[in-house]
């Protein structure tokens, strides 16, 4: 008979989203097993028994950033064109990088922007994600170019890659201080380069 484990003191949700918060502000590496259970308000052993480790708990809270918000995910799937969608994500990216309630820039980014050959796993985990999304775009860019909505001669490798070089970008000047009507901007004027089929 399998043994019953005694039921969580606290609220797993809860806890996992200050964990993320956590991350965001600090970083994997230098964010500790202290600074997380003071911000989770949790105990040690309780983080251990909820979430495995710190690498565990970590993109357990990657997987919250990212799926956080399916309506976002299904707007882009969605759009009616590969330049929707991209609009969409740079605005989401725009909005969620300047949120008052989360540190600025993107959690992905800032939280693994350096690290020691010990991380290594977590930020290859984390270019992952961000491939798999450069990789849908892609192939919402290649089904423009088949129904000519694109010129023939894009190149939709380098068109998913200047959105998301803008993002990672944004993501910089969102920890710099830069608001979010100037990322919109920003966003805006980086379209202007999107081809058009004449």
Known sequence: MKKVGRPLSF???KALKKAMLTFWQSGYETTSITDLTTAMGITAPSLYTAFGDKKQLFLEAIRLYVYADPDVIN??????TAKDAAW???QHSA???TNENTPPGCLMASSTASGSANSEDVRSYVADIRNDMRLNLKLRIDQDIEKVLLPSDTSADALADLV???IQGMSV????GVKQNSL???CKQALKAWPENH
């Open 88 to 90: 969409l994500l740079m």
């Open 11 to 13: 609220d797993r949700d």
């Open 164 to 166: 998301f070089a803008i």
């Open 184 to 186: 919109i901007l920003l």
């Open 75 to 80: 707007q882009m799937n969605n759009a009616p």
């Open 173 to 176: 000047l969102a920890r710099d």
């Open 95 to 97: 909005d969620l990088f």
